[in-house]
Structure formats: structure tokens, C-alpha cells
């Protein structure tokens, strides 16, 4: 009785190691697949980055004042003015025809940055300095 008892229990014990080791296999087989899910999205296409569109404000106004540009550009205002300047949608002095250009304020030196997505017309001045105006034209 107590051989046939020991028989069993190796038995058992036999399959215990044989599920632990397909319990490994899976595992390991899992694993594998999951790094292979985690550096598939790293091979994107770098696409959607904006293009810039380069104005600088001087002391006479917008260099270029009128600029072309297509969807998606990215317009940067940089002030060598010498003195702070502002970016505001038209009309003066109300600012309300696109108001996503009322940029504010920015001293000498910085600049002010807006991305266009939607083709138009778009107007602007220098509220500090009505008479400086300048034209985005977006296709
Ligand atoms: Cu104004």
C-alpha cells in the first residue's frame, strides 16, 4: 500500500511541474508579444509638425507685412523693434474680427506664435502703433 501511495504522489508530482512549466512557456510566449505591441506605435511618421512662417516687427512695422502661407503653418512674430510691441486681430480698436490674433503684448526681444488651420484672410495691427498692419493669408 505505502508503494502504490509513493507511485501516486510522484505522479502528481509530475504534473504539477509538467503545468508549471506550459504556465512558463505562456507566460514568456505573452511577454514576448506584449514588447513586440509596445515598439509597434514608436515607427510613426513625424507628419503633423508645422511649418514656420518667420515675421519680424521692426521699428517701422511687419517685415513682411503680407505673408502666404498653407494650413497648418505656424506664423512666429519676432519683436527687434527696440520697444514692445502687440499682435491684434483687426479691426482697431476693438480686436474682434479673429481673436485668436490677439497675441497681446510682447517686449523686445521675444516673440508670439499662432498656428493657422483654417484657409482665409486674416488681418492685424500693432495696437501701440495703429498704423503698422499686417495680412496673413492663409490658402
Ligand atoms: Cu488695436
Do not use: C
Amino acid at each position: 500500500l505505502k508503494g502504490g501511495e509513493n507511485k501516486m504522489n510522484s505522479k502528481l508530482i509530475l504534473a504539477i511541474i509538467v503545468i508549471i512549466a506550459i504556465v512558463g512557456i505562456v507566460i514568456v510566449i505573452n511577454k514576448g508579444s506584449g514588447n513586440n505591441v509596445s515598439t509597434t506605435p514608436t515607427s510613426q511618421p513625424v507628419a503633423n509638425k508645422p511649418v514656420d512662417s518667420n515675421i519680424e516687427v521692426t521699428a517701422n512695422g511687419f517685415s513682411p507685412d503680407t505673408v502666404t502661407i498653407a494650413r497648418g503653418t505656424r506664423v512666429v512674430w519676432m519683436n527687434k523693434s527696440g520697444t514692445t510691441v502687440t499682435v491684434n486681430s483687426a479691426d482697431h480698436p476693438t480686436h474682434q474680427v479673429y481673436k485668436p490674433l490677439n497675441l497681446g503684448e510682447f517686449a523686445n526681444g521675444s516673440s508670439v506664435q499662432l498656428i493657422f488651420d483654417t484657409a482665409g484672410t486674416y488681418k492685424y495691427h500693432n495696437h501701440l502703433k495703429p498704423s503698422q498692419t499686417g495680412t496673413i493669408v492663409v490658402q
